[in-house]
């Protein structure tokens, strides 16, 4: 669910380097039940370099109850499913950068149009005086 109902939350793209190096990524994933499952926030991911611990920077105990898969309608994507009695693990990996997707730009338009529309709702139903916000301590 997007604006206006919650912030929208979009995840920074990793542009390809000119070097053809590859970015290093950490990703902090909190467990629910024991488990998490989703995507990867990052794409192009080398599978050989994805490890997963339970603290930062290769710290903690190695987490091995993993597995990784990918859409077929988006095989640059990786799903991954965990599997540890922990709150929350970390996963590291390399990619040489993101692809740019329709969904990506689709996301993006849909949170500017429901940004328009909520902003037009608003100056039909309310009084915009120039006013100022506060924040309340």
Do not use: C
Not at 30 to 59: C, E, K, W
């Amino acid at each position: 669910m997007g604006y206006p109902e919650q912030i929208d939350v979009f995840q920074d793209k990793l542009n390809k380097k000119a070097n053809g190096g590859s970015h290093v990524v950490e990703e902090k994933l909190r467990l629910t039940g024991g488990a998490f499952s989703g995507l990867l926030a990052h794409d192009n991911i080398n599978n050989q370099t994805l490890a997963v611990y339970t603290g930062s920077r290769f710290s903690g105990t190695e987490v091995r109850n993993y597995s990784v898969s990918f859409p077929d309608e988006a095989p640059w994507r990786r799903l991954i499913n965990i599997y540890a009695d922990v709150p929350e693990v970390y996963v590291t990996y390399e990619t040489p950068g993101d692809t740019v997707e329709a969904d990506d730009v689709n996301q993006l338009q849909g949170g500017l149009t429901a940004t328009q529309r909520e902003l037009e709702r608003y100056k039909q139903a309310g009084l915009i005086d120039g006013g100022s916000f506060r924040r309340e301590v």
